[in-house]
């Protein structure tokens, strides 16, 4: 799923999908706009045209969502968004949990108007009630765990400790690639040790040691396949390996690679030593989209020139000086408390040490 929420008219619109189907992948766009209210933008007749000619009666390989946020505001206006999207029969993804920006407010008014339906998905939800957990549960909602970001900006402690006790299904995303990884074999390790850090540092709250992890290797495998599968309503075309689902793989293979062997547990050679320069094939839909490491049909130059191309543009409309200042941002002050036990060369530590 592509969380495009910076679409700001349809003809954003048009070449963010122009940019997917250039990809030989399957993708939902999630359509959203930051720049204006959900109750807007969903309900003007190029929002309804667009998702007609692009999405209606594609298939499997382009679906289609509609992102936005619910910060609680009185009225609750983003009722009509959510009506749009029961109109069309497309599904809803929220940023939610996010510290300070949605909370329990957005939930109650999800709840309450009864648009938390099965499959729909809430991103991060780091920092819920447990009665919004609940709700979420109850309803057959989705979370998507984006453990980089969560750690890096602040939406809250990467989850999945939490959400395992409301049994809420998990799936795994990486958010702002631009900045972290965007990798999925990063995103299996960094949630794994996320949720163990935080069952260690239960545990020592309570003068307990962990010796038996709860989250396993291939928990975080299938929160990463099956999981991202079942979270898009995919399951039953892609997400694992069984007869009757679409040829969707990806195998991983490095004979040159000093971790590759021996490969004692699969799930934990995956999740802890594997990366994407391990990737040997993909097929996506049967078809063989990479092979021996290297992308098939994909012009990769052409993509590397189009990036160059934008972050000139970009450099040049910020200025040297401007760009420099966002690509290294000051360092905010940390206060350090005082340690009583600093070690001292005056008078009153000479008299402890003669003393002793």
Same mark, same amino acid.
């Given at each position: 799923?592509?969380?495009?929420?910076?679409?700001?008219?349809?003809?954003?619109?048009? /070449?963010?999908?122009?940019?997917?189907?250039?990809?030989?992948?399957?993708?939902?766009?999630?359509?959203?706009?930051?720049?204006?209210?959900?109750?807007?933008?969903?309900?003007?007749?190029?929002?309804?045209?667009?998702?007609?000619?692009?999405?209606?009666?594609?298939?499997?390989?382009?679906?289609?969502?509609?992102?936005?946020?619910?910060?609680? %505001?009185?009225?609750?206006?983003?009722? /009509?968004?959510?009506?749009?999207?029961?109109?069309?029969?497309?599904?809803?993804?929220t940023h /939610?949990?996010?510290?300070?920006?949605?909370?329990?407010?957005?939930?109650? @008014?999800? #709840?309450?108007?009864?648009?938390?339906?099965?499959?729909?998905? #809430?991103?991060?939800?780091?920092?819920?009630?447990?009665?919004?957990?609940?709700?979420?549960?109850?309803t057959g909602?989705? /979370?998507?765990?984006?453990?980089?970001?969560?750690?890096?900006?602040? @939406?809250?402690?990467?989850?999945?400790?939490?959400?395992?006790?409301?049994?809420i299904?998990?799936?795994l995303?990486?958010?702002?690639?631009?900045?972290?990884s965007g990798? %999925?074999?990063?995103a299996?390790?960094?949630?794994?040790?996320?949720?163990r850090?935080?069952?260690?540092?239960?545990?020592?709250?309570k003068?307990?040691?962990?010796?038996?992890?709860?989250?396993?290797?291939?928990?975080?495998?299938? #929160?990463?396949?099956?999981?991202?599968?079942k979270?898009?309503?995919?399951?039953?075309?892609?997400?694992?390996?069984?007869?009757?689902?679409?040829?969707?793989?990806?195998?991983?293979?490095?004979d040159?690679?000093?971790?590759?062997?021996?490969?004692?547990?699969?799930?934990?050679?995956?999740?802890?030593q594997?990366?994407?320069?391990?990737?040997?094939t993909?097929?996506?839909?049967?078809?063989v989209?990479?092979?021996d490491h290297?992308?098939?049909?994909?012009d990769?130059?052409?993509?590397?020139?189009?990036?160059?191309s934008?972050?000139? #543009?970009?450099?040049?409309?910020? !200025? @040297?000086?401007?760009?420099?200042?966002?690509m290294?941002?000051?360092?905010?002050e940390?206060?350090?408390?005082?340690?009583?036990?600093?070690?001292?060369?005056?008078? !009153?530590?000479?008299?402890?040490?003669?003393?002793?």
């Amino acid at each position: 799923m592509d969380w495009s929420h910076g679409l700001r008219t349809t003809d954003h619109a048009e /070449a963010a999908v122009d940019a997917l189907e250039e990809v030989p992948g399957r993708f939902v766009l999630a359509y959203g706009n930051i720049f204006q209210g959900a109750w807007e933008w969903t309900t003007t007749p190029e929002f309804r045209d667009f998702y007609t000619r692009r999405f209606d009666g594609k298939g499997d390989m382009l679906k289609f969502q509609i992102a936005f946020d619910l910060p609680g %505001i009185e009225g609750f206006p983003e009722k /009509a968004a959510f009506e749009v999207a029961r109109d069309l029969g497309v599904g809803v993804t929220t940023h /939610a949990g996010v510290w300070k920006v949605t909370g329990d407010a957005g939930i109650n @008014q999800m #709840y309450d108007n009864g648009f938390m339906t099965p499959g729909t998905m #809430y991103v991060h939800a780091a920092t819920l009630s447990p009665d919004s957990y609940h709700k979420i549960a109850a309803t057959g909602g989705f /979370a998507s765990v984006s453990t980089e970001s969560e750690c890096n900006a602040g @939406q809250g402690y990467s989850p999945t400790w939490r959400l395992r006790k409301y049994g809420i299904p998990v799936s795994l995303s990486q958010d702002t690639s631009v900045w972290w990884s965007g990798d %999925i074999f990063s995103a299996m390790r960094a949630t794994l040790n996320a949720d163990r850090a935080k069952e260690h540092d239960e545990a020592h709250e309570k003068d307990e040691t962990v010796t038996n992890h709860i989250l396993r290797a291939e928990d975080v495998v299938d #929160y990463g396949t099956r999981g991202g599968a079942k979270a898009l309503g995919l399951d039953s075309v892609t997400g694992s390996i069984e007869v009757g689902k679409k040829a969707d793989l990806v195998l991983v293979r490095n004979d040159n690679s000093p971790v590759s062997f021996p490969v004692l547990h699969p799930y934990g050679h995956v999740v802890y030593q594997a990366n994407r320069g391990d990737v040997h094939t993909v097929l996506v839909n049967g078809k063989v989209v990479k092979f021996d490491h290297k992308l098939v049909g994909v012009d990769l130059a052409k993509a590397k020139a189009s990036i160059e191309s934008t972050i000139e #543009y970009l450099k040049a409309e910020h !200025g @040297q000086e401007e760009w420099g200042k966002g690509m290294h941002p000051e360092i905010p002050e940390h206060e350090t408390l005082n340690n009583p036990y600093t070690y001292r060369t005056d008078a !009153g530590a000479s008299a402890w040490k003669e003393s002793e």
